[in-house]
């Protein structure tokens, strides 16, 4: 009892232990989901005022005159001056608006000019020209954006580009160092925090050697390292930009939960072992007694022999006997369990053959009564001696298919002299024929077809017989085109096919659906299966079927 009670309390305490285990992970997910919620958020709102900067430039009216001055010159050397002079003062407010704004230019493709914020030059003397190159690719896009280098170092600016008009376009730039220390410090420490576009490639990393990489997302939830470290990883969609968020960071709270709860887990498992092991040793010195009051219910019992000292040994040489004994009683009892089975096929086979024969020699008289046909009924007397010769003298209880297959053609033959000519079709695996099944089982399924389907309009009546074999299983099929029936009548058949006690109505199918079953037991499955007014089909499955 003291083992139990300590075997239940572990349980109890491994069940605790994974539930915490398994809640202090997703406490952990959820976090780094918040977290990566508020970075993105962040980011959205960083990205979609570069957007903002950009389209409010493009519809200002100074900037527009400008460019439209570029395109078509008409103003006066002091009114451009002028003109410059405010947009200088109006980037520079911008600038400083945003901290993370680098540079801000205006440019015109017609003339090939370019505002920096400062003065108006030729692009072909400006050093920083790269974007130009997106501007040509990006095929008339309205707005667009990528990273990029300047000087050979990559990245150092993420350019947003916003067209005015065919020819005129307000070129944003942000810093990236400015933007990760903003984006950096709304995360944990050691957090990973990438942005990518819709190719996969890297538009955005806390890591600067990952930059324009192209890189394969990790699943989200925990994942962990090669050095046993779990990390925690999301990802989110952005709402505004064509490009996907994640973030990847260790929790260290986690670590120091999950080693504090398998701390305490190992020392509660330590000394529960300690205790089964004091349990075992008093319950050890506690069973002599118990041992000894076996041994003599034992000799009580009549299975004393010469003591031994060993009591342990003693015992389990009176269980040895009781074991054997009862083996010889399974092995009697499985003697007379098939004595019965082969005296149960006996009746179930003799209670077939008077049927047969009784069925057989009714079709002769209605040949004499009824068809008047003295020399057709001769004909089925001398047939009906070929068959009564395997229904009586042979002994066999099991036939092969073969045998049952030969006498069924024979018997066919007997009946189209009552019946007229009717359609027989056989589809005869050549695997099958080996199989013993019960004598005369496949002629009484027949006779009922006759009988029920065939006899009815022989004329137009199909009987078709087969014998399939798929892999280890076997399938004996006999199928008429007769009446059929519907679902009321196939469940009263098969309720009486179960059914115990002796019934004289369905005798022929109740007889070889037992008969089936009592030789192949388990492995074997009877169906009977029919459709109202389109067929018949009676079909045992054998499993298991070896040669």
Known sequence: MFIVCIMVFALVFVSVYIFATDYAQNNAIENNKSSLDKVAELSDIIFKQMEYVATGLAVDPTVNMLMGNYERPYLTKNRLDSLEAEMKSFLLTYKSAYEYVDSIYIYSSSNRKIFNGTVIESIDEFADDEWIKKIESSGGADFTYFPRKLNGIYPYYITFIKRINNYSFIVVNINVMEIRDVLNNSVAKD??????????????????????????????????????????????????????????????????????????????????????????????????????????????????????????????????????????????????????NQLQLISLQEQINPHFLNNALNSIIYIL???????????????????????????????????????????????????????????????????????????????????????????????????????????????????????????????NVVDEKMSKKYVGIKNVFKRFNLIFGENVECILESRKDEYTAVRMVIKNFKK
């Not at 056989?426 to 009922?448: A, F, G, H, M, W």
């Open 191 to 340: 957090a990973h925090f990438t942005i990518t576009d819709d190719t996969g490639m890297v538009f955005y990393s806390s890591g600067m050697e990952e930059f324009a990489q192209i890189t394969q997302l990790p699943e989200t939830g925990m994942i962990k390292d090669g050095k046993d470290k779990f990390f925690f990883c999301s990802q989110k969609d952005s709402e505004y930009f064509d490009w996907n968020y994640t973030l990847t960071e260790p929790d260290y709270e986690y670590n120091s939960n999950l080693n504090f709860l398998r701390t305490i887990f190992f020392i509660t498992l330590f000394f529960l072992i300690l205790l089964s092991v004091i349990a075992a040793g008093a319950l050890a010195m506690l069973s002599g007694k118990p041992l000894k009051e076996l041994i003599n219910i034992f000799d009580e019992k009549g299975y004393a022999e010469e003591s031994n000292s060993d009591e342990t040994a003693y015992l389990a040489q009176r269980i040895i006997r009781i074991i054997d004994d009862n083996k010889y009683l399974k092995e009697e009892l499985d003697k007379r369990l098939a004595m019965y």
């Open 369 to 495: 009564r009824i068809k008047d046909n003295k020399k057709d009924a001769v004909s089925s007397l001398v047939s009906l001696s070929r068959l009564v010769g395997y229904s009586y003298v042979h002994d066999e209880i099991l036939v092969s298919l073969k045998e049952e297959l030969d006498f069924l053609h024979d018997y066919i033959s007997f009946q189209k002299i009552r019946y007229g000519e009717f359609q027989v079709m056989y589809d005869i695996d050549k695997e099958t024929l080996e199989i013993r099944i019960p004598r005369l089982s496949l002629q009484t399924l027949v006779e009922n077809a006759l009988f029920h389907a065939i006899g009815e309009n022989p004329e137009k009546g199909i009987l078709k017989i087969s014998a399939k074999k798929d892999e280890d299983k076997i399938a004996i099929e006999i199928i008429d085109n007769g009446k059929g029936m519907d679902c009321d009548k196939i469940e009263e058949i098969m309720n």
